[in-house]
C-alpha cells in the first residue's frame, strides 16, 4: 500500500506531537472520533444518514384506478369544435375545401361543428347563389378576376360515394386570400372592441360549403340562428330563419339548430334586452318550425348559450329553464377564462386559473337540475381570453395546460360536450393557423380524440397530501385524469385505460402505478415543446420527435413510447401526456 507519510518507529510518548500526516485508513478513523467527540461537547449538527428504502423518495407518488363502474360518460362527441361567421366576412369560407383543412377535421371526428359566435345575431340568409352579381357590381373577392370560379374548377371529388369536394387551391390564391384576410382583421377587431357588428349575408352557395366541409369531415353541423332579428313586441322574428330552413331541408341537410349566441349582451350590443321567459317563448315557436320540415322534425336543439354565469345571466337562465327547459336537447352556455389580454406566459400555468371552471360549472347544474334533473349540459364555446387571444401566447404550447384540464374537468363533472373556439381563423385561440398548419393545441386535441373514451373512471392518489395552512388554499400542481381508452383505437383491446397527466411543477414527478394498474405495460405519449421558443413554441414533439403533417398532406403517425412493466412513471416538469396502461381488463372498459 502506497503510505503517504511513515509513522516513528517507537510509540510517542502521552505530550508527543501528533504525526504530521495520515495514511488514508487512519484518516477516515480519526475523522469519525472527532466528529462524535464534538457532539458529546454539545454540537448537534445532524449527521448525513442513509435513509430506509421506504423512505428514499419523498416525492414518490401512487396512483390507482377504480376499473369496476365508471364515474361518468359523456358524449362521443365530447370533444368538439366551433366555427365562427366571421369567416364569411375575411373570405376564409371559400377556402374550407382545402384537402389539408379538411384532412386536419377529419382528424377530430366524430366530432359537432358549431356554426356560431358574436356575429351569429348579424346573420342573415339569402337564397341567392351570388348576391353582387345579380347586383351588377363587383363581388366581395374583387381582388381576383372569376376567383369564385377559380375555385369550384380546383375542386376535385376526393370521396365520390359522398360526392364530397375537395379543393386544391393555388399559392397565389392563398397568398391574395391571407392579404385580404389581414386587412380585414382589423375591420373585425375594431367591431369587436367597439361592440358594434355589421350585419352578414349568407347565401344559399355559402352554406354548401360549410356544410360540404362538415359532411366530407365527418362533423355533425350545429347551425345558431339570428335571435336578434326582433318584432315591435320584441317577439322573434323567424322570417330569415324558415327561409333557411326550407333551402337546408331542400338539400337535405343533417343539421341540428340553436337561436342567438350570449343573449345576455344583447342590451349592450342591439340595444333592446330579452329576458329569460321570451328567450324560452323563442325556443318554442323555433321548435314549431321545425315540426312540420320532415327532415327537421326531430331535429336536435340546443341552447340559450349563455354567457359567463354571473348573477344577471343565472337570471336569465332561470326564466328559459322555467319556460323551455324541456324543449332543449342540451343546455349550453360559454366560458372565458381571461377577461382581455394574456400578458405573459406563466399566465396559463395558475392553478387558480384553471379552477375557475368549477364553480361555474356548478352554478349551472344547480339551476338546470332544479327544472330538468338529468338534462345534458354543454359547455358550448370556451376561450382562454376575450377578444380573441393574443397572438404568439394563446396559441402556444403554454395554452395547452389550460385547454387540458377543461377537458379533464368537465368530464369529471359531468359536463357532456365542450366545444372548442375556434378549429380555423378566429382570433388566436384557434387550432389551425392560417397556413393551414396544426398548432400546439391540435396536436393536443388530437391525442385526446385517438386515445381518450366516454367514460370516465375514478382516479386514487396517494403521497400527494399537504396539511393546509391558515388562510390558504392547497391547488394541485399535478393533475391526474383516468379514461378507459378509446375504443375505436384499435391498437389497445378493450379494457385498457388511458391517464392523462398535468404537471405544472417546476420539477419531476414520480408516479408508481398500485393496485389494478401494478406490473402492466404502459405506452407513453408525452407531449412537449419543440424548438428554441420554450413555452412559447408553436411547434411540438411527441416523445422527443416533432409532430409535423406528412408532404403529402396527411397526418403523422402517433407512435408511443413503450415502458417496462412495473416502471416508475417519470413525469417532466411544466409538461403533459398521455399514457396508456394496456391489458387492465377494467370491466368498466370492457362494453360500450
Known sequence: MR?????????????????????????????????????????????????APGLKEKTLILLDVSTKNPVRTVNENFLSLQLDPSIIHDGWLDFLSSKRLVTLARGLSPAFLRFGGKRTDFLQFQNLRNPAKSRGGPGPDYYLKNYEDDIVRSDVALDKQKGCKIAQHPDVMLELQREKAAQMHLVLLKEQFSNTYSNLILTARSLDKLYNFADCSGLHLIFALNALRRNPNNSWNSSSALSLLKYSASKKYNISWELGNEPNNYRTMHGRAVNGSQLGKDYIQLKSLLQPIRIYSRASLYGPNIGRPRKNVIALLDGFMKVAGSTVDAVTWQHCYIDGQVVKVMDFLKTRLLDTLSDQIRKIQKVVNTYTPGKKIWLEGVVTTSAGGTNNLSDSYAAGFLWLNTLGMLANQGIDVVIRHSFFDHGYNHLVDQNFNPLPDYWLSLLYKRLIGPKVLAVHVAGLQRKPRPGRVIRDKLRIYAHCTNHHNHNYVRGSITLFIINLHRSRKKIKLAGTLRDK????????????????????????????????????????????????????????????????????????
Open 3 to 51: 503510505v503517504l507519510c511513515a509513522f516513528p518507529e517507537a510509540m510517542p510518548s502521552s505530550n508527543s506531537r501528533p504525526p504530521a500526516c495520515l495514511a488514508p485508513g487512519a484518516l477516515y478513523l480519526a475523522l469519525l472520533l472527532h466528529l462524535s467527540l464534538s457532539s458529546q461537547a454539545g454540537d448537534r449538527r445532524p449527521l448525513p444518514v442513509e435513509r
Open 521 to 592: 405495460l404502459v405506452h407513453q405519449y408525452l407531449l412537449q415543446p419543440y424548438g428554441q421558443e420554450g413555452l412559447k413554441s408553436k411547434s411540438v414533439q411527441l416523445n422527443g420527435q416533432p409532430l409535423v403533417m406528412v408532404d403529402d398532406g396527411t397526418l403523422p403517425e402517433l407512435k408511443p413510447r413503450p415502458l417496462r412493466a412495473g416502471r416508475t412513471l417519470v413525469i417532466p416538469p411544466v409538461t403533459m401526456g398521455f399514457y396508456v396502461v394496456k391489458n387492465v381488463n377494467a370491466l368498466a372498459c370492457r362494453y360500450r
